[in-house]
């Protein structure tokens, strides 16, 4: 893994490791904002609160009991390639490797929000995890709380998860239980999740409305910011590496691509000299591996001609069922989130050995 920052810690994975479909929890990314709370399991409780008829406190043991599904998920961290947007932007310096995806196993939230008996009233569900400190330019002891729409919080994939690829969580993902919501950004999939709360207007807490949200130039960083919510039509290359030299012939490309809920429809991909104009670029189809999944990455090949020696860049680009694609260069804001820009890896052909 490649470290990020250690306090709080944040670590990213190579994306050569990015290889397989569903992605080792020790390969898996982790983004904290404080310090890995440890938990008791024996004091754990979750409580479910807010505009319900009944609300209700569960153990761990408990929450156990109900009926879970499995869900494999790709998470995308919100701030994922914010080191190739120009000028930089604030927050986590992350390359491309904030990025994973995992089988998640537990209780859908919609079925406790079904006990607790959600009031007619309710627009949004918090999800509120136990780890809290302390943000520059904020007074006081914060918690970590994202909010999202009562109808995602009822999508029966949108799971409270306390299992990952078959294992009891870990402390770094959130043990003992966390939220999963599929294609969203990965800043609304709360860990060491402590309390529920159902509420009737927008939530306006700091992680919801100051981090996790779109400022463009221009706008006023007051009345125009637009929360960050589904996942963006994305794909990466994850072979070759960049600056990768290799042997001028015929090469298998490799990468992952995904989106909000639409599945991948086509990958392309286009190899140009490295002063070459890209719209005169040809871009050949990818081949989609299986498995795939509602939510999770589809993986793609493709075989790739690296005839003429020199210096090159490989792009990949992909597109949703609903013609949702890629653009060369995302928008830029403020914060660099969900940027989505069309992967660039430059690489060197070598010139064939003469005999
Ligand atoms: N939940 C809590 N309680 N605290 C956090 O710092 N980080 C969020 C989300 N849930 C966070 C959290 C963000 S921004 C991301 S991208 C994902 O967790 C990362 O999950 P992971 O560390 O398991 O990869």
Redesign the pocket.
């Known amino acids: 893994m490649d470290v990020v920052t250690r306090t709080p810690y944040c670590a990213e994975t190579p994306l050569p490791a990015l290889n397989a479909w569903i992605t080792p929890i020790s390969r898996?990314?982790?983004?904290?904002?404080?310090a890995t709370p440890r938990i008791d399991l024996e004091s754990y409780r979750l409580a479910v609160e807010g505009e319900v008829d009944g609300p209700l406190t569960i153990s761990y043991p408990e929450l156990r009991k109900l009926p879970e599904r499995n869900v494999v998920a790709t998470?995308e961290?919100?701030g994922n390639s914010r080191t190739r947007v120009y000028p930089p932007a604030e927050g986590v310096p992350w390359k491309h490797g904030?990025l994973?995806t995992a089988r998640w196993r537990g209780v859908p939230l919609g079925s406790l929000l079904q006990r607790v008996g959600v009031r007619p009233t309710a627009t949004e569900v918090v999800l509120e995890?136990a780890?809290h400190g302390r943000e520059a330019g904020v007074a006081g002891d914060l918690s970590?709380a994202m909010s999202i729409p009562i109808e995602k919080a009822r999508d029966p994939d949108t799971i409270l998860a306390v299992e990952m690829n078959g294992l009891d969580l870990d402390a770094?993902?959130?043990f003992p239980v966390r939220a999963i919501v599929p294609g969203w950004?990965?800043?609304a999939?709360?860990?060491?999740l402590t309390r529920i709360a159902v509420v009737d207007r927008p939530y306006q807490g700091y992680f919801r409305t100051r981090p996790y949200v779109f400022i463009h130039e221009g706008d006023d960083p007051e009345s125009s910011k637009k929360p960050v919510t589904s996942l963006q039509v994305k794909s990466l290359i994850t072979w070759p590496a960049e600056d990768a030299v290799l042997a001028s012939g015929r090469h298998i490309v490799r990468g992952v691509a995904w989106g909000g809920t639409e599945a991948i429809a086509q990958v392309e991909v286009t190899l140009r000299p490295i002063d070459g104009d890209l719209r005169q670029a040809g871009w050949q189809p990818a081949k989609l591996l299986e498995p795939r999944a509602r939510f999770a990455w589809a993986r793609w090949e493709c075989s790739v001609d690296f005839d003429t020696p020199g210096y090159h860049v490989l792009r990949v680009s992909a597109t949703d069922k609903d013609g949702n694609t890629q653009p060369l260069y995302a928008p830029w804001n403020f914060r660099g989130v969900a940027t989505n820009s069309i992967h660039a890896v430059p690489v060197i052909v070598r010139p064939r050995r003469r005999r």
Do not use: L, P, T
């Open positions: 898996f990314f982790v983004r904290n904002h404080f998470m961290c919100a904030a994973g995890g780890d970590y770094r993902h959130g950004y990965g800043m999939s709360v860990k060491w």
